[in-house]
């Protein structure tokens, strides 16, 4: 298979992927009675607090959405927004403590809908595809 070959079956092995991890995670969010959106946001603050705008980047969405996704979140006291010290412009927001929770339940039922598509993997070939993907997609915020 000559190099060109191998670069597109292995962006459609991407393509693959991320429809099935999209279907698993559309339906977690659907039995949860979220959004896919807001499902994003809450994995996207289990270990950071962003500010609004890196988090708008981060997700890929505009800050409008991202302000109207954070304020239903706040509403159901999952999030907390808080002026950064020193610039009282610049607003972080961040899991509550019922978040960080809910957050975590939820990442449990997704790690365990997602544990099937690894287990034929061997040690080496899990250890080389998370390097792969972390190289590839590193974290933006």
Do not use: Y
Not at 91 to 118: N, Q
Request: charged fraction near 30%.
């Amino acid at each position: 298979m000559s190099t060109s070959e191998e670069d597109a079956a292995l962006r459609d092995a991407l393509v693959r992927m991320s429809f099935e991890v999209m279907s698993r995670l559309t339906r977690v969010a659907a039995e949860e009675g979220i959004s896919l959106s807001q499902l994003r946001v809450l994995g996207a603050l289990r270990d950071r607090r962003p500010r609004m705008a890196e988090l708008a980047a981060g997700l890929g969405l505009d800050r409008s959405s991202v302000t109207g996704l954070v304020d239903r979140a706040q509403q159901r006291g999952l999030v907390e927004r808080t002026a950064e010290e020193g610039d009282a412009r610049v607003v972080r927001v961040g899991l509550t403590a019922e978040g960080l929770r809910e957050a975590e339940r939820i990442a449990e039922r997704v790690s365990g809908l997602l544990a099937d598509a690894v287990v034929p993997l061997s040690a080496d070939a899990k250890a080389s595809l998370s390097a792969a993907l972390e190289e590839a997609f590193p974290v933006s915020f």
